[in-house]
């Protein structure tokens, strides 16, 4: 039998070990959240994730058109608010592969297939070269007065391509392209090659004076 999970499509892709707060207030994803609260051990309130295309709407209940690669998420924290919405906490746990959605009960559910992520060895130059990059994208964040919000960089290569793709401030599109790599190297190398293109606008920028800035298309998303 295919798995099912309930699903909660949002307009933003998560990566596994991100924990992120929602408001939920949509009456379907507020039964899906009171479906989850009806499972008597925390650790099994799991649901699935994928990201909304953005220009498409398809299907029943008006639903977006999906990307294809997800993840599950483990429900966290719960408030319960007098209006009936909830304010949640989630944690990403692991890669999801969506094959159909069914939106016809009162919350959406989703056929899934799990994405395991490969274990092949990353080259010390391709890590020396994601930290290198990664930590002058945050100096340069700290000269900006900014902040990147990531303490001491992890030493497994999947946890390090995780925070780096969690991390780095790119459209949905290179974000999911991201999520959907096929191993840490492969995440890397893509990860050190977009922050080193955001590094080279952020120079720019710096380097204008301010009317020039201000006709300058640019944008750190």
Do not use: K
């Not at 596994?16 to 707060?21: A, E, H």
């Not at 274990?119 to 900014?146: H, N, P």
Request: net charge negative; charged share 25%.
């Amino acid at each position: 039998m295919t798995p099912t999970l309930p699903m909660f499509p949002l307009n933003a892709v998560l990566f596994p070990g991100m924990s992120i707060p929602l408001r939920v207030f949509e009456e379907r994803y507020r039964a899906l959240v009171a479906h989850l609260l009806e499972i008597e051990d925390p650790v099994d309130r799991v649901f699935g994730t994928v990201g909304i295309r953005e220009g498409y709407e398809v299907g029943d209940h008006g639903a977006q058109s999906l990307y294809r690669v997800g993840v599950r998420v483990r429900l966290t924290e719960v408030e319960a608010r007098p209006d009936g919405t909830f304010d949640i906490v989630v944690v990403a746990l692991d890669r999801i592969g969506l094959d159909r959605l069914d939106t016809s009960g009162d919350f959406p559910v989703g056929e899934v297939h799990e994405l395991p992520e490969a274990t092949d060895g990353v080259s010390e130059e391709v890590l020396e070269q994601a930290r290198a990059t990664f930590t002058a994208y945050r100096a340069m964040l700290a000269d900006l007065g900014l902040d990147a919000q990531v303490g001491t960089l992890p030493q497994d290569p999947t946890y390090l391509s995780w925070t780096l793709a969690a991390t780095a401030p790119l459209p949905m599109s290179e974000r999911q392209e991201l999520l959907e790599a096929a191993d840490a190297g492969e995440r890397l190398v893509l990860v050190t090659d977009l922050l080193r293109h955001e590094l080279r606008a952020m120079n720019v920028i710096a380097s204008l004076p301010a009317t020039e800035v201000a006709r300058t298309r640019w944008s750190p998303n």
